[in-house]
């Protein structure tokens, strides 16, 4: 069996245990495939995740390659219970590409929920605890929180509109 390596295990620092051990999982049934996996992103501050929402806006504005990313305060790895992998030696007999489905066609099996079969934009270098909110579901509120959570995304936006507009007057 494969274990994770030093550098994944310090991204992964911070995640639910639950997290931390269906990573371990997929390493190790990406090991039984021939695949070597390693893990790229783990948790992730609302900055963070701004930040990488903000570069995903840029690179559409500028007719880059897309990057998928979640609103901040929809994303699983703000809570601890997503990660990113990348394939860093394909499955016996298949390509990066295919190693990435064939992960995604088994990651039900660990409890996880894979991000290459997501509605609204296929990530497939993203998975998540099955058992967590969807990245791309709202997470309920409560009443009293209504107002606060209204501010929060008010002031999230506007940051990563300034990102965005730096970003863009940056490059002129």
Do not use: C, W
Not at 112 to 137: I, M, Q
Request: charged residues 15%.
């Amino acid at each position: 069996m494969a274990s994770l390596g030093t550098h994944s295990l310090a991204v992964l620092a911070g995640v639910a245990p639950a997290t931390l051990a269906a990573a371990r999982a997929l390493a190790d049934l990406a090991s039984a495939h021939g695949a070597d996996i390693t893990i790229t992103s783990g948790l992730r501050t609302r900055t963070h995740q701004a930040q990488l929402y903000a570069d995903s806006l840029a690179n559409a504005h500028a007719g880059l390659p897309f990057l998928p990313a979640a609103l901040p305060g929809r994303s699983l790895h703000e809570r601890g219970a997503a990660f990113d992998i990348a394939v860093l030696r394909p499955a016996t007999g298949l390509t990066a590409e295919e190693t990435y489905k064939l992960l995604a066609d088994l990651a039900p099996t660990l409890g996880l929920r894979p991000g290459y079969y997501f509605r609204t934009v296929s990530d497939p270098v993203h998975f998540e605890l099955a058992d967590a909110a969807p990245a791309d579901a709202p997470a309920p509120v409560t009443a009293t929180a209504t107002a606060r959570n209204a501010q929060n995304e008010r002031v999230t936006v506007m940051v990563v509109v300034a990102i965005v507009l730096v970003m863009i007057l940056s490059t002129r």
